[in-house]
């Protein structure tokens, strides 16, 4: 089973298109139309052309090497066929009522499989939003709004696909793209283990955001992740209400300690939430791997900065004692007036706060900058001190913001441009800081 | 000690008013400028005129209520004093340099105590980032973009400054506004238990935020909160890190167990980190209490409703059975396609959505409704199924939002304007219900 009409076909159909708004195969159209290369709405009775596209009658009339399957679940084995009649390569199959809905889905998903088999077809689902890789514009869903997810550096591979949809207007919603979203679904034969080595291997994926229901194939999955060396990050839900999660991808109920056990051995890192999912997959995808796990926190502002450390020393995270050669160059631009240890509290944003953070920064005992300032447009964010710092030291910076939206968001930008991750709360940024203390060397 | 000229002045002094951008007199004249009423800088050396108001020589020369004190610690005593004698009734503090600094600190402290005392003025701070209560026009604050901040329900009570500033710009950035912030800092005459009672009897303030590093004074604190009717959610920080807290707001170090217990017997909610803070005190002033824990979960993705499931079932939240009219309701619209329980997926957005929770709203069995579902344009929210069901039902309905941030935001307004909160994030939507739960009847 060759993944490379998935992931990077030439051309796409998309069988079941539809003219009529709010119809899935209209919704998929209208995701699809952003490809480069052709796009052929197939609909035996469509008349006239979709988003500019001419209607074919069949599959078979187009040399599609993707096809976006838009027809209701017991249509979609004959549609199949077809596809591997017509030499298609790979197939998404949107449609529910399969092994999640048991009896006659069963079979059905069953028929799926062994077609896919018998035409050496990769079907992504069925009962799936499909996939997206921006860097391609290829937009393989019905999810209306896809079409304007930008690029990114974290990948998603999501086994509900609302899940992974959540993930990726997250992540739009907050100011960033993705490498690719992944929904998974029912893995009739595309499972967490073919998409992940694929993902390992692409340039444009940084860190992988994974999320599991849960699978019998379990062992394959954490062998995936134990190759992988992207950094990933898995969310594990479905640990409770046994018959709603059958109901959805007919994943089996498994205990969370075992994965829990079993993903961080193999090198992953656990989050509680989507947003801890995502803000963790963010700063191992922008971040170099530290070195160790001492943090040195810098804040402009004590009350927020006292909330960091209260997570972070909960989560065990250390703060060492800085060098004697730091603490005589903090004493030089603080004057004593503010807390120069570890933490370091400069009391108000100064025009010396970038000196502050890159003498932290150059600090032997330090492994992990973590940084929190109030913005303050009279004085910006310290991007030429922080350019320098990232120049010199390989060592992760992650800078907490806050302040006026709209005023920091240029200065943010330039952070993240120069690998700099940033998060907007207190125990954002500090859980971030925590992520790479775990993931250190 | 009247709290009026503080919380509702009729003018202002801005004592260190300066024309150079950067300093603190400037940042703050910058904010004072949008009061309704008279705003008086005062400079000795001032000429002309800052931000249109022309300067003023002396305090004594005004008829100010409330003075803003823009000058370094050393000279307050004096500022103070001046004040007293030219009537001012109220003072804000913003320098440091006080009890947490120690030493000659500790003493200029004592003098501005004894000086309110005499004078019977009301001091906030000092070493504070000030108060602003935007419904009032008044931004007694040095913090830059203050001014821009709109009027919501939350008002915020922080022992740090910064904090209040951090929590003040998170409501901003998600499109909220405060019913005001009060930045403590050294409490000298202004504690929690004076600034609490007016907080609960102001009717525009809905839900009070508070965030406390340690009071001696903690039992006037909790009797404060215990009296409140006003629903009171409680972040306690500076459980470590002593020394740094203790150079901060002069905070003695107590226990954190002593604390969550004293705030939930007096009938708070304790948070865990500024999302959380703010997170519960929205959703409780925009909510009405719930009658029982109990809580239906309608979701239009499984996949996210699984994940919300998860982390309500962790916090030990009942998801009751539904009524049997219910059930045949749900089968009559889902047609048994999808999972009828409670949770109730409807596997996609469809046009009858809104009529699903409508049905599990108007369920006798449950108290809280807490809903999911990605915003779909051709459909977009049930907003005319909401404004029916909280007319007739008077239980929290709180909707968790996903999809393309600009497309869903006109119908998440209408859904909040119809008391209804809003979040994002699938696990901020559960804890926001696990709020109401918590603190239900």
Partial sequence: MSLTDLFDPDSIAVIGASKTSGKLGNDAMANAKEFDGPVYPVNPSGEGSVYGYEFVASVDDTDADLALCCVPGPATPDVIKECGEAGVGAAVVFAGGFAEAGGRGTELQAEIQSIGEDYDITVLGPNTAGHIIPHRNLFSSFVPGFD????????????????????????????????????????????????????????????????????????????????????????????????????????????????????????????????????????????????????????????????????????????????????????????????????????????????????????????????????????????EELERLTADVDKPVVFTVAGPNKALADDRQRMEDLGVATFDSPERGAYAASVLAETSR
């Fill in 148 to 383: 304007e997810i930008e690029s990114g550096d974290v990948a998603i591979v999501a086994q509900s696909g609302g899940v992974g949809v959540t993930a990726t207007f997250q992540l739009d919603r907050e100011g960033y793209g993705t490498a690719g979203m992944y929904g998974l679904g029912n893995r009739v034969n595309t499972d967490f283990d073919d998409v992940i080595p694929v993902l390992d291997d692409d340039p444009e994926t940084d860190a992988i955001a994974l999320h599991i229901e849960g699978t019998t194939e379990i062992d394959d999955a954490i062998e995936a992740v134990d190759q992988a060396s992207t950094p990933v990050v898995t969310l594990k839900s479905g640990n409770k209400m046994e018959e709603f999660v059958q109901a959805h991808t007919a994943a089996p109920i498994q205990e969370y300690a075992r994965y829990e056990q079993a993903f961080t051995d193999a090198g992953a890192v656990m989050a509680d939430s989507m947003t801890e999912l995502l803000d963790a997959s963010r700063v191992l995808a922008q971040s170099p791997q530290a070195e160790g796990p001492n943090v040195g926190l810098v804040t402009a502002q004590a009350g927020p900065g006292i909330m960091m450390a209260d997570y972070l020393d909960e989560r065990g995270v250390n703060f060492p004692e800085l060098t004697e050669e730091t603490r005589e160059r903090l004493d030089d631009i603080l004057l004593g007036f503010t807390y120069d240890r570890n933490p370091v509290d400069t009391g108000r944003p100064m025009p010396e706060f970038g000196d502050v953070i890159d003498a932290v920064g150059r600090d032997d005992n330090v492994d992990i900058v973590l940084v929190y300032e109030i913005f303050e447009h009279s004085l910006g964010y310290p991007i």
